[in-house]
Nanobody, 123 residues
């Protein structure tokens, strides 16, 4: 019922920045917690960041804490991931996801997923 479309990926040098966007359909965006996950070739999907319904609470993987910032604009039905100080190990396909609950770190709890956007960080 919820459609998500990621954008903003690309190629960047180590130490650079990118901002990913995830646009959602519908008028109930504010009732969903939103998360970002990533998956590198040959690796399992891993949690990156999440944000609560109103945006008052945010959660980050240890590997990105202090470098990435998740935010949302419910009026625009959009969630963002600002990525600074990028490292080659951040290279992956990044996915946004939505859930009605609060199990922020658990991929299986997210009911809706976007198609992903590629982020490549060169050294």
């Amino acid at each position: 019922q919820v459609q998500l479309v990621e954008s903003g990926g690309g190629l960047v040098q180590a130490g650079g920045s990118l901002r990913l966007s995830c646009a959602a359909s519908g008028r109930t965006f504010s009732t969903y917690a939103m998360g970002w996950f990533r998956q590198a070739p040959g690796k399992e999907r891993e949690f990156v960041a999440a944000i609560s319904w109103r945006g008052g609470f945010t959660y980050y993987a240890d590997s990105v804490k202090g470098r990435f910032t998740i935010s949302r604009d419910n009026a625009k039905n959009t969630v963002y991931l600002q990525m600074n100080s990028l490292k080659p190990e951040d290279t992956a396909v990044y996915y946004c996801a939505a859930q009605r609950g609060t199990y922020y770190y658990t991929a299986s709890e997210y009911a809706y997923w976007g198609q992903g956007t590629q982020v490549t960080v060169s050294s």
